[in-house]
């Protein structure tokens, strides 16, 4: 064992404790750094003991996606729909850029977990409330949470190239680079391409323009 890291005490390791040290290790080191045997080195215990609380790597995957999902605040109450929604897209969006590995966790696993789901039956219910019928309710739905995980990766993706001077430089390097003759508009609206790789104000840009086609189409239903 590494010098300075202690063994977990005996009959005190847990579900939740594997969780939570799970979790650490992937902010800290990213998803794809991830394994069950530096969890095991973390925790001070052999490998074969995670075993007894999950059956391998995917299992602890799912329970750590629902340990953050079940932080996913409920729909408000006694708020028109448009704003319900916005209310629990808003908060996935914002549970993900506190832990940018949720938003792999659900790319990668997106059906798994009942925390999943209860996001998913608040989400439902408010469109189900609001008219929508069954297909139309699930389509929405299905966009509506494509839309939020998609926005956040590209967001925390673009974070992590700025914050890298390597990968700020060869972005500044490349739109440099573009022929003005072959990419007119790209280098026209360089400025204001930046401005759009993430932030509220990006995000809620997309979220009204869907919100706008929903709620004309509960006006003008088929």
Not at 155 to 181: C, V, Y
């Amino acid at each position: 064992m590494p010098a300075g890291r202690t063994r977990t005490p005996r009959n005190t390791l847990s579900p939740e404790l594997i969780v939570r040290t799970a979790l650490d290790l992937m902010e800290a080191q990213g998803n794809d750094a991830f394994s069950l045997r530096g969890l095991a080195a973390e925790l001070g215990v052999g490998p074969m003991a995670l075993y007894t609380y999950f059956r391998n790597k995917d299992d602890l995957y799912d329970a750590v996606r629902d340990h953050l999902m079940a932080l996913v605040p409920g729909v408000p109450e006694d708020a028109p729909w448009p704003d319900q929604v916005r209310a629990v897209c808003r908060g996935l969006r914002r549970l993900m850029l506190q832990h940018p590995c949720l938003a792999q966790l659900l790319a990668s696993r997106p059906l798994s977990g009942h925390e999943t789901a209860r996001v998913a039956e608040g989400l439902l219910g408010v469109l189900r409330s609001a008219g929508f019928d069954k297909e139309t309710a699930a389509r929405t739905h299905t966009t509506l949470f494509t839309y939020v995980l998609g926005a956040t990766s590209w967001e925390i993706q673009m974070a992590a190239e700025r914050g890298n001077p390597e990968g700020w430089r060869r972005l500044r390097t490349t739109m440099a680079t573009l022929s003005p003759e072959e990419f007119p508009t790209v280098v026209e609206l360089a400025p204001e391409l930046s401005r759009t790789t993430g932030g509220d104000e990006q995000f809620d840009y997309g979220l009204d323009l869907l919100l706008a086609g929903l709620q004309q189409q509960v006006r003008t239903p088929s």
